[in-house]
C-alpha cells in the first residue's frame, strides 16, 4: 500500500514538474498573449466610442447606432482572442472554436430566421436615403408618421394618434411611399355640378377660390382642372393643384380647406351640388286587362 502511494505520488510530481517545464518554455509566449489580448480589448473600446461618435453625426437611430458599435467591438475583441490562441500554438483550440462557432451559428440562424430577416432589414432600413425618422409614409395599408425604426420594427403613428409597429421584413418587401422625399404634393378633388350650371362659370369660379385660398397657387395656370364625366345626376369634374408639403396629413387639411371655399364659392354664385334623385312617371296609363 505504501509503495503504491509512493509511485503515485511520483507520478504526481513528474506531471507537475511537466507542467511546470512547458509553463516556463511557454512563458514569453503566455506574456505576448496576454499583452495582445488586453491591446485588442482596448482597441475595441475606442473603436466603440469612435463609432457611437461618427454614427451619431447620422440621421441612423440612436439604438442602432449603438448595436452597430457594439458588434463591432464584440469582432475586434474575438480577433483579439483568436491571436492570442495562435501565438499559444493553440490551433487545435482555435480550429475547434470556429468549428464550434459555425455549427452553433448555423443552428441559431436556423432556429431565428425570422428574427434575423427582420434584424438585416431594420440594418438596411437604417442606411436607406428614402426614409427616416420623422417622415411621412404609407406601407402595408398604413399611413403615418415614422417615429421609431429598430432593429426589429419600424413604428409608425398614425392620424388618429395610434401607433403601428410594422416588421422590418414587410416593409422592404412591399411598396412604400414616402411623402416628405419631396417638397410639393399634388391635391386631387372631384366634385359634381348640376345640369343647368354653367360650366364656363364654374370652372372659373372654382380655379379662381383655389388661387385665393392657397398661396402657393399663382394663378390659375397652375391648375388643373377636367370635367370628367357626365354622372347620374350631375357633371363632375377633377381639379389638381401643387401645394407646399411634406406629409399626408397636410394635404387632408388643404383637400378641407378646398371643398370648404369651393362650396361658399358655389353658394354665393347660385352653383348648385345636386345628389341623387329618383323620378318616378306616374302619367302613363295603365296597360289594358290590369284593374286598378
Request: hydrophobic residues 45%; aromatic residues 10%; contains cysteine.
Amino acid at each position: 500500500m505504501k509503495e503504491r502511494l509512493l509511485e503515485a505520488w511520483d507520478k504526481m510530481l513528474e506531471q507537475v514538474g511537466s507542467w511546470l517545464e512547458k509553463l516556463v518554455v511557454n512563458l514569453p509566449n503566455f506574456v505576448l498573449a496576454v499583452i495582445v489580448f488586453l491591446l485588442t480589448y482596448l482597441a475595441s473600446r475606442y473603436i466603440y466610442k469612435l463609432m457611437l461618435n461618427a454614427l451619431g453625426r447620422t440621421s441612423i437611430q440612436h439604438s442602432i447606432t449603438r448595436i452597430l458599435s457594439r458588434l463591432t467591438s464584440i469582432l475586434v475583441i474575438l480577433f483579439g482572442l483568436f491571436l492570442a490562441l495562435n501565438i499559444l500554438h493553440l490551433n487545435k483550440m482555435l480550429t475547434s472554436l470556429l468549428a464550434g462557432a459555425g455549427v452553433a451559428g448555423l443552428a441559431v440562424g436556423l432556429a431565428l430566421q425570422g428574427v434575423l430577416t427582420n434584424t438585416f432589414s431594420g440594418i438596411t432600413l437604417s442606411f436607406a436615403k428614402y426614409m427616416k425618422l420623422g417622415d411621412w409614409i404609407e406601407t402595408n395599408g398604413f399611413t403615418g408618421e415614422v417615429v421609431d425604426l429598430s432593429l426589429r420594427t419600424t413604428t409608425i403613428k398614425q392620424i388618429d394618434n395610434n401607433m403601428v409597429s410594422i416588421p422590418n421584413r414587410l416593409v422592404i418587401e412591399h411598396p412604400l411611399k414616402n411623402y416628405s422625399v419631396t417638397a410639393q404634393s399634388r391635391v386631387i378633388l372631384t366634385c359634381g355640378v348640376a345640369y343647368d350650371s354653367d360650366l364656363e362659370m364654374v370652372r372659373k369660379v372654382v380655379k379662381d377660390t383655389v388661387v385665393n385660398e392657397f398661396e402657393v397657387v399663382k394663378d390659375s395656370h397652375d391648375l388643373l382642372f377636367f370635367y370628367t364625366e357626365f354622372g347620374d345626376s350631375s357633371i363632375n369634374f377633377e381639379l389638381r393643384f401643387w401645394i407646399d408639403s411634406t406629409s399626408g396629413l397636410e394635404i387632408l387639411k388643404a383637400r378641407g380647406e378646398a371643398i370648404i371655399a369651393i362650396k361658399k364659392a358655389f353658394d354665393e354664385h347660385g352653383i348648385t351640388i345636386p345628389f341623387p334623385i329618383r323620378t318616378i312617371d306616374f302619367s302613363n296609363p295603365l296597360p289594358k286587362g290590369t284593374q286598378e
